[in-house]
């Protein structure tokens, strides 16, 4: 996968709770070579970790709220003035608010960059909550399963590291309601703002894993199903 003038290809992955963002995400970053930046796996790491930034946010991310703009920032300037990020990334719950896109915007500008596409994987409620119900989670390395579609080889534990599985703390029913919530009242609006920037790329995200990544290819140009 190679960007014209070998700029760097950025791509954005937008979506509700458990849409398939980070397991697209995953597989664009595998195959192109390009970084998978998750905030919500950047957060995670912080608060398993205890640093500061996770003992301010790990209260905020428990309930299911947003992470205030001025912290996220600070955590994306840096996040993407890494080596890594300079030749492209595939950026996966961030931005989340007008506010961080208004950043991200401001971040591509100093650096003569700009968005390739905004990919808006679209699932209906009723597969997100079976999707997020079934999802496990490993403590230690961030893989993620899920128990009838994406099982562990053996029940419970993580093929790629050994560590246990478990089911993340805002997975729980009432904490989907307010994420949920929050998509909808200061996320979605985003993509309207990418539609008419000519960057979305809006993708029915039913079905397994790998038709969902076929139908990203296919709008992606240098990516290969
Ligand atoms: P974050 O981790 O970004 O959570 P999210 O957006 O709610 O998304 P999820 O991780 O729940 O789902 P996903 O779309 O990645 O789906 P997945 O691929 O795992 O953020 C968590 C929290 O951090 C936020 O609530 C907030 O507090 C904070 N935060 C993060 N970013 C922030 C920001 N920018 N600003 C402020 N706060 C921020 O798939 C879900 C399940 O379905 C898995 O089990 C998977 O195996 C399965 N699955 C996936 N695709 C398929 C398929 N095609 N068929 C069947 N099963 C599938």
Redesign the pocket.
């Known amino acids: 996968m190679s960007a014209a003038g070998g700029a760097g290809v950025r791509l954005v ?1 937008l ?12 597989e664009i970053a595998r195959r192109s070579g390009l970084p998978h930046i ?7 790491t912080a608060i398993r970790d205890g640093s500061p930034l996770g003992r301010r ?1 790990a209260g ?2 428990e ?7 001025a ?2 920032g600070e955590v ?1 300037e840096e996040r993407l003035s890494r080596k890594d990020a300079e030749r492209g990334s595939v950026l ?6 007008v506010a ?1 896109a208004d950043l991200l915007d401001r971040i591509l500008a100093r650096r003569g960059q700009t968005l390739d596409r905004v990919i808006l ?1 679209e ?1 209906p409620e009723p ?2 909550i ?3 119900a ?4 490993c403590g230690r390395c961030g893989a ?7 099982p562990p080889k053996v029940e419970g534990i993580c093929d790629r590291c050994g560590s246990e599985l478990r089911q ?1 703390p ?2 729980a029913e009432a ?1 989907i309601a ?2 949920l919530r ?2 909808r009242e200061l ?1 979605a609006p985003l993509v309207e703002r990418y539609r008419r920037a000519g960057l979305l790329l809006p993708v029915d ?5 790998e ?2 990544f076929s139908r990203i290819a296919a709008g992606v140009p240098g990516l290969r199903a």
């Open positions: 992955l979506g509700a709770p458990g849409a398939g963002k980070g397991t697209q995400a995953d998750s905030t919500g796996e950047l957060l995670r946010v905020i991310v309930r299911g709220e947003l992470v205030p703009d912290l996220i994306m996966d719950g961030f931005p989340r608010t961080q994987i699932v597969v997100i079976e999707r997020i079934g999802r496990r989670s993620v399963y899920h128990v009838r579609h994406n993340r805002d997975d904490v307010e994420r929050a998509y996320t995200g039913r079905g397994r894993p038709e969902v």
